[in-house]
């Protein structure tokens, strides 16, 4: 498994709720290449609850989504936009009960509508959360003018993103 090298870290005003390592509020999400998977490990804390020691709903929402842009970021070496998500939840996340990890990867393609699997799990390995989203990917062209976006690259991999650009600067 290689970790997953943030290209907009260290760029100014980025400030993402999912995955943006200096937000305070954040979810300060991590993620991981395994294979044809994106995965990520997250800890959550007490402040995220809906109902007691209950992780908010809403929150294992953000976490699925965010996952899933981070299928089209690495896989696809782009960006886009969540166009819908289908939700599934089928047991209670606690609050308490250690780390969850998080697993995604691309069901099918269409041009650029990309339909992307995603579960969440709770330290037991149980599935406790499941979605379905549907992104928008953008042309390489729109993600570079318009989010700033020169590749994603995992530790390791040469300094020179898949589209031939230089990744953003760190």
Not at 110 to 122: E, G, S
Not at 126 to 137: K, L
Request: proline content about 5%.
């Amino acid at each position: 498994m290689k970790k997953i090298l943030n290209p907009w870290e260290g760029v100014e005003g980025y400030f993402c709720f999912g995955c943006a390592p200096q937000n305070p509020s954040g979810l300060k999400m991590d993620f991981y290449e395994d294979g044809d998977e994106i995965v990520s490990y997250w800890q959550p804390e007490e402040k995220y609850q809906g109902w007691l020691h209950t992780l908010h709903g809403g929150i294992q929402a953000v976490l699925l989504d965010e996952i899933c842009g981070w299928v089209i970021i690495r896989k696809l070496q782009t960006t886009g936009v969540t166009s819908k998500m289908e939700t599934r939840y089928l047991k209670p996340v606690s609050t308490q009960g250690g780390r969850l990890m998080l697993r995604a990867s691309i069901r099918e393609q269409k041009r650029n509508i990309v339909i992307i699997d995603a579960a969440l799990y709770n330290e037991a390995g149980e599935c406790c959360t499941q979605a379905v989203c549907t992104y928008f990917a953008f042309s390489k062209e729109k993600a570079r003018q318009e989010m700033h976006f020169h590749g994603c690259l995992a530790e390791g991999e040469p300094e020179v993103a898949a589209d031939g650009e230089p990744p953003l600067s760190k």
